[in-house]
């Protein structure tokens, strides 16, 4: 599979139920993206994750920059702070499709 095709299978998937998430950085730098955000399970609670956890899928296209620590993930009315973010696992033959991201909640 190309980076291209599975960027377009990444959006297929998060289309019919994401949502644009805008990411902040230093109050200043804005990037805007579709993602998939869903909150941590119980099972899930291991290490530095808490209930206030927010596990985002966020396709990379179009954004500005990469979302890093720190950084701020907002939608609806939430706002979240960026604990990690993980761009080996969606990315294909070196091209970052997508990032997988843990948020927790201000």
């Known amino acids: 599979m190309t980076p291209e095709a599975a960027k377009a299978a990444l959006r297929r998937q998060l ?6 998430v805008t990411i902040t950085r230093g109050g200043s730098q804005e990037t805007s993206g579709l ?4 909150r941590v399970k119980g099972d ?3 290490n530095d994750i808490e209930q206030t956890s927010h596990e985002i899928v966020l396709l990379n ?13 907002e939608f609806g009315e ?3 702070a960026i604990e990690e973010v993980d761009n080996q696992t969606r990315a294909i033959a ?10 927790k909640g201000r």
């Open 44 to 46: 899930e609670l291991v």
């Open 94 to 103: 070196g091209v970052v499709v997508g990032y997988n991201i843990t948020a």
């Open 78 to 80: 939430h706002m979240l």
């Open 61 to 73: 296209e179009d954004l500005a920059f990469a979302p890093a620590r720190d950084d701020i993930v």
């Open 35 to 38: 993602a998939k955000v869903t």
């Open 15 to 20: 289309e019919p139920h994401g949502i644009t």
